[in-house]
């Protein structure tokens, strides 16, 4: 089981706790933010695939911040914080589907702009 402990930027959340395990979301605990809002988004991507969280969170803004709680939970994915060596060992995936494309190698990240 991997964890991750992520510091949000931009957002009125100040930590996130996240337990993956074989690509599956297991838990999220976020410190700050909305108390209501966080726990729902908690919720809702408990079992999930990482990839599905990452495609259904990034880009949601909050109030014009260009960011927000949920796109930050996928952000902590898409910067290489999920670490699960043993699925991700010699693969190369794209993970952002805006104007640039990221891909993981081994967990590096190279990024073409």
């Known amino acids: 089981m991997a964890t991750i402990s992520?510091?949000?930027?931009?957002?009125?959340s100040r930590k996130i706790d996240?337990?993956?395990?074989?690509?599956?979301?297991?838990?999220?605990?976020?410190?700050?933010?909305?108390?209501g809002n966080t726990?729902?988004?908690?919720k809702l991507v408990e079992g999930m695939k990482v990839q599905d969280v990452i495609d259904r969170l990034e880009g949601i803004d909050?109030?014009?911040?260009?960011?927000?709680?949920?796109?930050?939970?996928?952000?902590?994915f898409v910067l290489g914080h999920y670490t699960d060596i043993k699925?991700?060992?010699?693969?190369?995936?794209?993970?952002?589907?805006n104007t640039r494309t990221a891909?993981?190698?081994?967990?590096?990240f190279l990024y073409i702009f």
């Open 103 to 108: 891909f993981c190698v081994q967990s590096v």
């Open 39 to 42: 726990q729902g988004v908690s």
């Open 62 to 76: 909050c109030n014009g911040r260009g960011t927000s709680c949920p796109a930050q939970l996928a952000e902590a």
């Open 87 to 97: 699925k991700r060992a010699n693969t190369v995936r794209p993970y952002r589907k």
């Open 18 to 35: 996240i337990e993956v395990e074989d690509g599956i979301v297991k838990k999220v605990h976020f410190t700050g933010g909305c108390n």
């Open 6 to 12: 992520y510091t949000p930027k931009g957002v009125c």
